[in-house]
């Protein structure tokens, strides 16, 4: 059956260190795709017939190479598995989202949001407050947000352990952040529950990445910042670049300062080389305000 050959691949990653979610979800979802045709083994015309159904080229492709490297694996082991071509959907160029940079109004109205949300009397509404202000606030990835351990909350601010490259870092919190934390901490301790973690949901169980994202999604819509189901829009991960480009807004604009700024938060947010935070940063009227200052001051003396 392809689903136990899908639960072996899924451990071998899981034991050799990779998180391997998207991979994972996807590959369910071909795999449920392929058992409903009755396939035993991974034919290469369902991978593309699959492919195809996603909503875009970029989507498209990758579904079609995530099954591509599932087949290279089960075919080392068995024949009877079909590898598609990795071209079979053309040759794709690989295009980064555009981030959106939230500005302070609409994440005061998604964290307004997240206060309405039922049911009334609950955790539920101070959890996603809370997180959602944590995201704005920190620039961490919605990912270590989720992994966060009660113990990890300390007086010096919040350790990551579980980080994107195996590396820990302590993010220090502003005063206002950190009484956020403490409000959701006098609610979140006497809840009865086995799970360490920050985040719980009513049940006291770990937040779902999946969940998370499904209930962002939902409540961008609310506030007109995404479109019907299926239409895309701002995500979760643009509080991350929001951070970054406010961020260096406030950075004066020094040839020097900059540097320093730049160098501090690339460490802060936790990237493996200083070139991964300029990712992030992208123009907008308080930057190119900047630039256009720096310009003026570069034609008048030469100097910036």
């Not at 079979?88 to 690989?94: D, E, H, S, T």
């Not at 006098?186 to 985040?199: M, N």
């Not at 970054?244 to 020094?254: K, N, T, W, Y």
């Not at 040839?255 to 493996?272: E, F, N």
Request: charged share 20%; glycine share 8%.
């Amino acid at each position: 059956m392809l689903s136990d050959d899908l639960s072996r691949h899924v451990a071998l990653h899981e034991v050799l260190g990779f998180k391997f979610r998207t991979q994972r979800i996807l590959l369910r979802m071909f795999v449920a795709y392929a058992e409903r045709h009755g396939d035993n083994f991974i034919k290469s015309n369902r991978v593309i017939a699959w492919a195809v159904e996603a909503p875009s080229p970029e989507q498209r492709r990758n579904r079609l190479l995530t099954v591509r490297r599932f087949a290279i694996a089960m075919h080392a082991e068995d024949g009877g598995h079909e590898v598609p071509a990795a071209d079979a959907l053309g040759r794709g160029i690989f295009r980064r989202t555009k981030p959106y940079i939230y500005s302070a109004e609409e994440i005061g109205k998604l964290m307004q949001q997240a206060a309405s949300l039922g049911p009334a009397a609950t955790l539920r509404p101070l959890t996603y407050v809370t997180l959602l202000g944590l995201l704005a606030a920190t620039g961490m990835r919605i990912s270590e947000a989720l992994a966060l351990r009660l113990s990890d909350v300390t007086d010096d601010g919040l350790i990551i352990n579980k980080t994107k490259f195996k590396k820990s870092r302590l993010i220090p919190l502003h005063p206002t952040t950190r009484a956020a934390i403490d409000r959701y901490l006098s609610a979140r301790l006497p809840i009865s529950t086995c799970a360490a973690v920050l985040f719980v949901s009513n049940a006291g169980t770990p937040l779902c990445y999946d969940t998370v994202s499904a209930l962002f999604r939902q409540i961008s819509r609310k506030i007109g910042l995404r479109g019907g189901p299926g239409q895309s829009g701002p995500r979760i991960h643009d509080l991350r670049h929001s951070f970054a480009v406010r961020s260096l807004e406030q950075c004066p604009c020094d040839d020097d300062a900059v540097s320093r700024h730049i160098l501090a938060l690339s460490t802060y947010l936790g990237h493996a080389h200083v070139s991964d935070t300029y990712w992030y940063l992208q123009a907008t009227p308080g930057l190119m305000a900047q630039i256009a200052d720096a310009g003026e001051d570069f034609g008048r003396t030469g100097v910036i």
